[in-house]
């Protein structure tokens, strides 16, 4: 469902949805009933998956001062297992 928008010269602009490609130049108010136009917006769309969203934010903010570092970081410990099944998998 996509949302389009439309126009009364008496009551405003107010937002219909309907399927992709069945939207008319005219539409009635669902106020007074009079006929409104439909506008011309720029599509709405999703943000999407707020870490992908932040991963874009970041890399426009790093564009122009990127961040400075002095030491790669701080190896973490290996993962230890606490699954017994585990013990008997082949080491490397």
């Not at 937002?15 to 917006?41: I, N, Q």
């Not at 709405?44 to 991963?55: H, K, L, T």
Request: hydrophobic fraction near 30%; glycine fraction near 6%; proline fraction near 13%.
């Amino acid at each position: 469902m996509v949302t389009y928008s439309y126009r009364c010269r008496q009551c405003g602009d107010f937002d219909v949805r309907m399927p992709m490609g069945e939207a008319t130049g005219a539409w009635a108010c669902p106020w007074c009933g009079t006929s409104a136009v439909r506008r011309f917006t720029a599509p709405q769309v999703r943000r999407g998956d707020v870490a992908v969203r932040r991963a874009y934010e970041y890399a426009e903010r790093s564009a122009d001062e990127p961040e400075v570092v002095s030491a790669p970081p701080p190896a973490r410990p290996p993962r230890v297992s606490r699954d017994p099944r585990h013990a008997r998998l082949p080491r490397p």
